[in-house]
């Protein structure tokens, strides 16, 4: 069965550091999002893209976050500068549908970054 | 402004059935979604409500109530397995993609 899959698994970095974290969603699935799970805490949406844009994002989603399909399989995001605040596990998630009445959003596992 | 509602935590018996709820309070309305989340794993997909009704599959359940702004996921047949959270979501009118998360129900499953 096709799967979201997501490297790495757990990254750790200092704060102020740039990561990339990167995804390769289902391959004919066209509309990819991010999301983050700080630690006891609910899902939250960072970012959608479809076509090689942005869809939609959430206040979270600042200056200090940037997305990208740099090829016609792996989808990343970036985060400039870290802050400790940023640690959390990042899911990538992508969909075969997005603007129609129903879709199925895929995750991947997810990336745990902590920073220090 | 945006408002998901949902039991922190529930205990149940291996066998018997239970009832997770979620109301929501939203700018308006454009689907919902219940999803089941193991410790340390990602959400997987359970079910999708649009109109009012229940939807069925399988052991697993789904209600909506657009006018009472009220879901609820049953699951039947308790097994071990479904120990974990189960998270509901919301997509608001107006917005394509965005989903609106449930801090989740940890569902506690006892022999």
């Known amino acids: 069965e096709p799967e979201v899959t997501q490297t790495p698994s757990h990254q750790v970095t200092q704060m102020g550091q740039e990561v990339i974290l990167r995804c390769v969603p289902i391959?004919?699935?066209?509309?990819f999002y991010w999301y983050r799970q700080i630690l006891g805490q609910k899902v939250e949406f960072l970012v959608s893209f479809y076509n090689n844009e942005i869809s939609e994002k959430s206040e979270i989603f600042d200056d200090q976050f940037s997305v990208e399909r740099p090829d016609g399989s792996n989808f990343t995001l970036k985060i400039r500068s870290t802050k400790l605040e940023d640690s959390a596990m990042y899911f990538c998630?992508?969909?075969?549908?997005?603007?129609?009445?129903?879709?199925?959003?895929?995750f991947g596992p997810g990336t745990r970054l902590t920073v220090t | 402004g945006q408002n998901i509602d949902q039991p922190t935590e529930m205990t149940a018996t291996e066998g018997a059935i239970v009832q997770i709820n979620c109301t929501y309070q939203?700018?308006?309305?454009?689907?919902l979604f219940w999803y089941q989340q193991h410790a340390g794993e990602a959400p997987t997909f359970l079910s999708y409500n649009v109109l009012d009704g229940l939807e069925e599959k399988g052991r697993f359940s789904s209600f909506l109530s657009r006018s009472k702004g009220y879901s609820y996921l049953l699951l039947k047949e308790l097994q071990m397995k479904d120990s974990a959270s189960y998270l509901c979501a919301v997509r608001e009118s107006g917005s394509n993609y965005q989903l609106i998360w449930g801090a989740g129900t940890k569902l506690i499953i006892k022999p």
């Open positions: 939203t700018s308006g309305f454009n689907g």
């Open positions: 391959s004919n699935h066209l509309y």
């Open positions: 998630a992508s969909s075969l549908d997005g603007t129609g009445a129903s879709y199925e959003q895929y």
